[in-house]
């Protein structure tokens, strides 16, 4: 192939291989001065010479194709088998040439290009049409976005890398349905549907669930493809909203100071925005009036309405980014408005679930340690077992005031308390035995000492969330010494 260039007074020649890789260029500043003097005028004949040579094996086949996205003109379906001619690096295409049952009329052109990701290239027929038979059921199959902002992402699993952002609108073309992990509404059910291979018109391959996606068989021609427009910007702040886990305030407060409620963290509390299922939840518990708010909002896209402020388009629902944490706002009956903040915590909440479980066994293991049988001549004798569960025999002194009357003399120990300042110099810890037959556990403070175990009756009134805030006016103290439990 012989390609002629006329730039700044120039003339070029570009002589192009079979695969249209450059391999000569000569340039001129008037072409028909070279033609003035017979050695310039050989030269020229020469290079014409060669490139009619290279261009007669352009016209030998790269290999067979199968066109994965269905071509608008001429109209060719996806999954049709294609000889294939030419690979152009420079226009990231290929050109292949029209099956005879898709030229219409006499003179239609019998080659055409594609993108390169829109073709898979095989070195044999045989091998193309296996892969056309493979690719078949899926062949024509595509979608229509039915959200704006639906995710497109690296692997089946809603919570997978973010890939590609899709429009209200955009089609994609399907490319097969896999296995993948279930996506969950903002509830936490399942949604209804698949997991399905997609190849998005910018050529972005990736996996999208089909909740929010509305599939359609097409077969070539015209089809009306919604984009983005070129000056609009991305915006990364949504982007930062939409890939970051939102937990309740009061989460950050525990971590911060180190007194972990796992009856509240281990709720998964948080704002699930829902891009993949169109559904946002607001879930957590309001600990002022002690009740738990559970809201969805459906909506149908997510649009900036201000700096780093967003509404949920059909819901009634808006979020912002603030500095230290996302607010999200919502109207409840009677135009009262509800602001709840929700804060990106540096490690995942499991994590911080295993570290204080972690803690909490730690300090079991001292206490068991030191015993783990410890006997009083007035209140019995208290045995911790290995799996966290405890046996105390003849505590009829402490019932009813300390222990009900009505409970056995087993259950489970709790290490889920922490002291206040003023009494870490003074005790070891705190800890709660939850006896088997009553729903409120029983704390206590406790000091390990040369000879045995001190432990201190605490009244719920002396607790402040976790934490021990100070000791009773009257306390109710119990010494116990080491036993062998025999």
Same mark, same amino acid.
């Given at each position: ?19 249209? /890789? ?11 001065? $070279?033609?003035?003097? $017979? ?135 399907? $490319?097969?349905?896999? /296995? ?51 000056? %609009? ?5 949504? %982007? ?10 009061? +989460? ?66 808006? $979020? %912002? ?105 003074? +005790? ?20 390990? %000492? ?37």
């Amino acid at each position: 192939m012989i390609v002629f260039i006329y730039h700044r007074k120039y003339y070029y020649i570009t002589i192009i291989n079979k695969v249209n /890789e450059s391999i000569l260029n000569l340039s001129f500043r008037n072409i028909f001065d $070279m033609l003035f003097t $017979m050695r310039s005028f050989l030269k020229f004949f020469l290079v014409l010479s060669i490139a009619a040579t290279l261009c007669a094996s352009c016209v030998k086949r790269l290999g067979w194709g199968v066109l994965l996205w269905s071509n608008e003109v001429p109209a060719v379906p996806a999954g049709t088998v294609l000889p294939v001619f030419v690979k152009s690096n420079i226009n990231k295409v290929w050109i292949a040439g029209v099956p005879n049952e898709y030229l219409k009329n006499e003179g239609d052109v019998d080659k055409f290009e594609i993108p390169f990701v829109r073709l898979e290239l095989f070195g044999s027929k045989r091998e193309a049409e296996k892969r056309a038979e493979e690719f078949a059921p899926f062949a024509t199959a595509y979608a229509e976005t039915l959200q704006d902002g639906l995710p497109v992402r690296d692997d089946a699993d809603n919570n997978a890398r973010r890939v590609y952002r899709l429009k209200k609108g955009e089609v994609v073309k399907i $490319m097969t349905q896999v /296995e993948g992990i279930s996506a969950i509404s903002g509830t936490g059910d399942p949604l209804p549907g698949n997991w399905y291979q997609v190849l998005t018109e910018n050529g972005t391959f990736g996996y999208c669930f089909s909740y929010r996606l509305k599939l359609f068989d097409y077969r070539g021609g015209f089809l009306e493809i919604v984009q983005a427009e070129e000056e %609009e910007e991305e915006d990364a702040d949504l %982007e930062t909203v939409l890939s970051r886990k939102w937990s309740p305030e009061s +989460y950050k407060q525990m971590v911060d100071s180190e007194k972990i409620d796992m009856d509240m963290l281990s709720q998964h509390w948080g704002f699930y925005p829902g891009e993949d299922s169109g559904t946002a939840r607001v879930f957590l518990k309001d600990i002022e009036n002690d009740v738990v708010i559970d809201k969805t909002f459906k909506y149908t896209g997510i649009k900036k309405i201000g700096s780093r402020t967003w509404t949920f388009e059909g819901a009634n629902l808006q $979020m %912002e980014l603030r500095p230290a944490a996302l607010a999200v706002q919502y109207s409840e009956s009677g135009s009262a408005i509800r602001t709840w903040l929700f804060v990106n915590l540096a490690s995942d909440v499991d994590d911080i679930i295993l570290k204080e479980n972690a803690r909490r066994s730690s300090l079991f293991r001292r206490i068991y340690n030191s015993g783990p049988v410890f006997n009083s001549a007035n209140y019995g004798t208290l045995t911790f077992n290995p799996n966290g569960s405890f046996t105390w025999i003849g505590f009829d002194m402490l019932t009813p005031t300390v222990i009900p009357s009505s409970v056995a003399g087993t259950g489970r120990t709790i290490m889920g308390l922490f002291l206040s300042d003023s009494l870490k110099n003074q +005790y070891d810890g705190a800890f709660s035995l939850s006896f088997n037959g009553s729903k409120t556990p029983v704390n206590f403070l406790y000091k390990l %000492e040369n000879q045995g175990f001190r432990i201190e009756y605490v009244p719920g009134s002396n607790i402040e969330e976790v934490s021990v805030s100070h000791r009773d006016a009257s306390p109710t103290v119990i010494y116990f010494f080491r036993g062998t439990g025999e």
